[in-house]
């Protein structure tokens, strides 16, 4: 980055310079937000870590663009309409915003919820005694119906996993309930055979890796001790860190809310078909999924499981609802045009090699548009979009999500203000194919306004 940060020490002045930069010279500019919000690079803020995610945003981000009287004020609201487990809403209630968020998936939901839910310590240590005691009489697991269960887990951990949720559910409900749960959930994939640093369930194999490297050792050393772990004992201690992260929301702005799953139909609440009202937000910041990157509820399949968010059967309807998704029939499989000019003939090129690939990206495009056009609708006059959106590689040729969406957002006559690209530093939960596909390696961080 060459720009003197010592001149431009606010964050508003900094957003001008991009703003002029960019208009004079219309080149993206490389930006580290990591070095710029170095405070932020221990994560372990506010609630940002009380559940693991795929793909989540970094919130140096968010982090920049609402301490930032250039985009919006206090008490504006926000609005994620692809929120995930909440980044952009946490930072927006740091920063005296009201936010609300949508996502199409229910333990996502979830996380948002908590994160952004403060609970008073003496309320939640009261609770965990309850908990810790109820688990120790308990007898009978509850056991729910969890995609492959006895694949993914020894009997031991299922009995065990059965008993705190059910000592959950016996002593708590409501937002206290959904506090536990969430801990409950963070224990999941650590107790089973699921490989830890493979975002989808993938089971442990030390063959995956060289062998005697620390990856083969490790993998060989977790297969040894699943079914000895003490359960318990972890889900205590996830426990309590996350009392402490909870209590650090305390004087926090709380009007956040999940009012959506579906961000192509923003509605008032969860529970109705009412849309909320048009030109309602001040600002909108999202990172939508990428074409056929990541796989969000088989990802999360055996936490919606034991969450009892989705019962095995209910997975495919999940992601069927899922933008990005990868799963088509055959049937389906049909030529899209995008009416992006660049887009449509890249799709071509795609569709004589693999037609599958072809349909999940064109169907991509088309169904982030629809969501772009909700967005549209929602954002009042004079307010800023901000996508945070990466290209991958489909079939080997560059698929440049963020130009195509940057040609639509200005075909809908909203103006491009700037661009900064950031790199990745980890894609860990990226699906890396090394024939049709391949990972996402920087963001774009695209700042558009509406006028009329
Ligand atoms: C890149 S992630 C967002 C991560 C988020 N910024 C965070 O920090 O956790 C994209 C999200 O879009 C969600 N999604 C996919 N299709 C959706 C839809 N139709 N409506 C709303 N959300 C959707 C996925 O479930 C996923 O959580």
Same mark, same amino acid.
């Given at each position: ?231 318990? &004992? =972890?889900?205590? @201690? $996830? ?9 650090? *929301?305390?004087?926090? #702005? /709380? ?115 629809? &969501? =772009?056009?909700? @967005? $549209? ?9 901000? *996508?945070?959106?990466? #290209? /991958? ?60």
């Amino acid at each position: 980055m060459n720009i003197d940060l010592k001149i431009l020490n606010t964050n508003e002045k900094l957003s001008k310079y991009f703003v002029e930069e960019y208009s004079i010279n219309e080149k993206p500019i490389s930006i580290s937000f990591r070095k710029l919000i170095p405070k932020l690079n221990n994560k372990n803020k506010y609630t940002h870590l009380i559940h693991s995610y795929p793909a989540k945003l970094i919130p140096h981000i968010p982090n920049f663009f609402l301490n930032n009287n250039y985009f919006s004020k206090k008490e504006d609201l926000v609005l994620d309409p692809f929120c995930g487990t909440g980044t952009v809403l946490l930072e927006a209630m740091i920063s005296g915003r009201n936010a609300i968020g949508a996502d199409a998936n229910p333990l996502a939901q979830l996380i948002t919820k908590v994160k952004t839910t403060y609970l008073t310590i003496e309320i939640l240590e009261l609770y965990f005694k309850l908990i810790i005691s109820s688990y120790k009489k308990l007898r009978k697991p509850e056991i729910p119906d969890v995609i492959n269960k006895d694949f993914w887990f020894p009997l031991v951990n299922q009995k065990k996993l059965g008993l705190i949720k059910r000592a959950i559910n016996k002593t708590t409900n409501g937002e206290i309930q959904d506090f536990f749960l969430i801990c409950f959930s963070n224990c999941v994939k650590k107790v089973s055979y699921a490989d830890p640093i493979v975002a989808v369930p993938v089971k442990l194999n030390p063959k995956r890796y060289p062998e005697g490297s620390s990856k083969n050792i490790k993998a060989i050393r977790r297969i040894n001790n699943i079914k000895t772990i003490d359960v318990f &004992a =972890l889900f205590k @201690s $996830i426990c309590i860190n996350n009392m402490h992260r909870i209590n650090t *929301l305390q004087n926090l #702005n /709380n009007n956040i809310k999940i009012i959506s799953k579906d961000a192509r139909k923003l509605t008032k609440s969860l529970i109705t078909n009412e849309l909320i009202k048009d030109e309602s937000v001040d600002l909108i910041i999202t990172s939508p999924p990428y074409a056929g990157a990541q796989k969000y509820i088989r990802s999360s399949s055996l936490n919606l499981g034991w969450l009892g968010l989705a019962k095995s059967n209910e997975l495919k309807l999940l992601d069927k609802k899922n933008i990005g998704r990868e799963n088509y029939t055959k049937g389906e499989l049909k030529k899209i045009k995008t009416g992006i000019y660049n887009a449509d003939k890249l799709l071509e090129k795609i569709y004589s090699i693999n037609k599958l690939r072809a349909y999940i990206v064109g169907n991509y495009l088309i169904e982030i548009m629809s &969501a =772009l056009d909700e @967005s $549209i609708r929602v954002l009042k006059k004079n307010s800023y979009l901000i *996508l945070i959106i990466g #290209n /991958n590689k489909v079939s080997n040729f560059e698929f440049n999500t963020q130009q195509y969406l940057t040609e639509y957002l200005v075909s809908k006559k909203l103006s491009l203000k700037f661009k900064l690209i950031d790199d990745i530093k980890s894609y860990g939960l990226m699906t890396k194919r090394n024939k049709t596909a391949d990972i996402i390696s920087r963001e774009w961080i695209i700042v558009f306004k509406k006028h009329m």
